[in-house]
């Protein structure tokens, strides 16, 4: 038996250095088993065409065609070549719509003779405009000759033609006879799926799957295929986070059991409101993990607006109450000065332990950051090492190495995607035991990318607004089609104004970035229909001196020193502001209950998400709140679409579910796709839900019994694979 296992062989000796080079550089594919695993976008059928109609620009795709028209240009050419030049246009079809192929020069004598009218065809290359048509400049081609039994047997064994994700230095064609050289490999294939499982299901075996994805013979083919290679990404995943749960499980850590009449029954007691039904039960299953002698791993996904800061400060004080401390970690200084002012105001006098005038029960609240003076510093550090401070507020300052605590018992973590792996295993070694780990985002997740992204975590979700919350109407307000309609959106703005409210108009751009003179010079030609989005510095200006003229405009951005950024965000919350221009600065943790109208410009240069997340900044008072997103998008466009949807619906679930429909699934897992290609390949994370759920419930139990897998070889040397370095990065992250 050869002593490498035939799919860990390199691809250098299977298939040459030169193609091997570019499948490395270009695709990511090292191996005979990443070839294999690189499965075709899609299939044509020997019989019928592509749509030329749907072609995406400045991609690189293949299609098949039929030649409807070749004619050969002869031109005069430059002195220096004293002749002729050529230019062949080809004109393909596939019956519902037309592209032309152009070739040059050297390049027209092959074409020429083989692209004939009525020849079948693959071509391959990167869809351009000239002259205002689609068009593909010296593709790469293969004919399709029905003719050459060798040929039609050997490399497309059927009428299907899988087109394989390629690029232009590697034509789908050539990836499929690559594919060709290796297939027989398929049979040392090593199945992760339990026997019980795949027979349960009624999955074809592994082999079997590698073979029909890549020459099915029907579609039925292509379907089984994809069924089993989608419960192995499904299946392998969740293992991989069962077995971090489990791992968690056994970790020792400090139950914490709030007193019956300690601070937090004080705290209850100060609110000047009752909990909703959502937070009482978020807050149940909080308080039932942080009971437990293993840590608590918790997502807790909230809308803006809905108490998830109340919820976390509850679950601070139950910690406090049972003699431990907890943190509060927030992505920037801005969000920590803002979670220190207002869980302080929340706990009055509660928050002066030590100090006179301090409540009974009341323990200390330090902020901690990089910025302040080394003497508030020192203080702060000497209230957490010691034990009086029972909670700390801080930015990643709190995680370096000086920083020293008396008992931590909880971190809370805001907004979590800002936060990397380091991070939380740094402060995980802070405690004497771990701590209990409270993550809190409200970037709203649908389930299954839950599931898939933070499976380790348990999920809680707030999806009730708390009482006296107003809603937010939403339009789309289209400047191109009807310019009437953004003059209203500003006197809009100066009645709200007008009735003691403030406004935010949020822009995509800041707008003094150095211009790269070459640069602007190629974006002029290349997009002579797109301007540069508009700028902060640009609109404030222009809305001060025209529409918004006599009322109090101020810019926030970025790139302000912090000091200028907290005295503008200041005297925005005082009311001495009455419209702010800002960019998406804002999008996390301002909180202005007078701001009750947002207009957005270029609203279609953010992400729905995005969108959600700033229009949450409206409508935190009694009055109801107004977000007018302006484009310049025309009605069909896909863009257009997507602010549509943002204005008929206030479900930020619903919401991230449309925003996953329209993006690339690629897009979805952010970090999850931090290798060189994501280990998902055929599942879906919105459209394989149930396969998803029913993968983690099977992890789950496999997990509990057999936590070691020892029973599963195939399985454990598949997840070995999948969890390299990056794969274990991503599935720490939380």
């Known amino acids: 038996m050869d002593l490498v296992p035939a799919l860990e062989e390199p691809l250098k000796k299977v298939l040459g250095p030169a193609t091997a080079k570019v499948m490395a550089e270009h695709l990511g594919l090292h191996t005979v088993g990443d070839l294999l695993h690189h499965y075709p976008r899609r299939y044509e059928e020997r019989g019928q065409l592509t749509h030329l109609a749907d072609l995406p620009m400045d991609e690189h795709v293949t299609v098949v065609a039929m030649v409807a028209d070749a004619r050969l240009h002869t031109f005069a050419s430059s002195k220096a070549s004293r002749g002729k030049g050529q230019r062949l246009e080809v004109t393909i079809t596939d019956g519902s719509g037309r592209l032309q192929l152009v070739f040059f020069g050297n390049g027209v004598h092959k074409p020429h003779k083989e692209l004939l009218p009525g020849t079948r065809a693959m071509f391959a290359g990167k869809v351009s405009v000239f002259n205002r048509r689609l068009q593909l400049a010296h593709p790469a081609y ?19 033609i899988p087109l394989y994700p390629a690029t232009a230095k590697l034509e789908s064609w050539k990836i499929g006879k690559a594919i060709q050289t290796v297939l027989p490999s398929v049979q040392e294939a090593l199945d992760p799926l339990p026997p019980a499982l795949r027979e349960g299901r009624g999955l074809v075996s592994l082999p079997e799957a590698l073979l029909k994805i890549h020459r099915p013979h029907t579609k039925a083919d292509i379907e089984d295929a994809r069924a089993r290679l989608k419960w192995d990404e499904a299946f392998v995943l969740q293992v991989a986070l069962a077995r971090r749960r489990h791992a968690d499980a056994q970790l020792p850590a400090v139950a914490r059991r709030p007193s019956p009449d300690g601070l937090l029954t004080a705290f209850d007691d100060r609110l000047p409101f009752t909990l909703t039904d959502g937070q009482q039960k978020v807050s149940k299953e909080i308080f039932d993990d942080l009971a437990t002698e293993h840590p608590m791993h918790r997502l807790l996904q909230g809308e803006v607006g809905s108490g998830k800061t109340l919820v976390a400060l509850r679950a601070m004080l139950a910690v406090v109450d049972a003699g431990g401390q907890a943190a509060m970690l927030a992505p920037t200084e801005v969000l920590a000065q803002q979670h220190h002012r207002s869980i302080t105001e929340m706990m009055g006098e509660l928050a002066e332990g030590g100090m006179l005038g301090g409540a009974e029960h009341a323990t200390k609240v330090v902020l901690l950051t990089g910025s302040m003076g080394t003497v508030a510093r020192r203080q702060a550090m000497l209230d957490l090492v010691s034990g009086d401070a029972g909670l700390v507020i801080g930015t990643h300052a709190l995680i370096e190495d000086k920083v020293q605590f008396h008992d931590l018992g909880l971190v809370v973590v805001d907004e979590q995607h800002r936060f990397g792996v380091e991070q939380r295993d ?26 898939t992204v933070f499976g380790d975590l348990e999920t809680s979700v707030l999806d009730q607004l708390p009482a006296g919350r107003s809603p937010i109407a939403t339009h789309v307000v289209p400047a191109a089609d009807k310019p009437h309609f953004l003059a209203r959106a500003w006197e809009r703005v100066r009645e709200e104004v007008g009735n003691g409210h403030q406004a935010y108009v949020v822009c995509p751009r800041i707008g003094d970035e150095e211009e790269d003179p070459k640069k602007a010079k190629k974006s002029a030609e290349d997009e002579a229909e797109k301007r540069p989005p508009l700028a902060v510095l640009d609109v404030a200006d222009h809305l001060a001196k025209g529409p918004l003229s006599g009322l109090r405009v101020e810019v926030l951005h970025g790139r302000m020193h912090p000091d200028d950024k907290d005295a503008v965000m200041r005297r925005f919350a005082a009311g001495d502001t009455d419209v702010l221009v800002a960019t998406t600065v804002i999008e996390v943790g301002v909180n202005v209950p007078n701001a009750t109208a947002m207009v957005i410009m270029d609203a279609d240069r953010f ?70 290609r994501s280990s998902l390949r055929v599942l879906a994370v919105i459209e394989d839900e149930e396969i998803i759920a029913e993968a983690r419930e099977e992890a789950t139990a496999l997990v509990a019994r057999d936590p070691e897998l020892a029973d599963l070889p195939g399985l454990r040397t598949t997840l070995d694979a999948l969890l390299d370095e990056e794969r274990e990065q991503y599935l720490e992250k939380g």
Do not use: N, Y
């Open 426 to 451: 740094a402060l995980r070694g802070k405690g004497r035991q771990p701590p209990h780990l409270l993550v809190m985002t409200a970037t709203p997740i649908p389930r299954t990318v839950a599931m």
């Open 607 to 676: 992400g729905v998400s995005q969108l959600h997340q700033l229009r949450g900044r409206v409508g935190r008072g009694s009055a109801a709140g107004l977000c007018l997103l302006v484009t310049e998008m025309p009605e069909a466009s896909p863009a257009r679409q997507r602010l549509t949807a943002v204005a008929s619906t206030l479900d930020g679930f619903e919401l991230s579910r449309i925003d996953l429909e329209q993006r690339r699934e690629g897009d979805v897992l952010g970090q999850a796709q931090s290798g060189a």
């Open 142 to 160: 293969e004919l399709l000759r029905g003719d050459d039994p060798a040929e039609s047997v050997e490399t497309w064994a059927g009428t299907l």
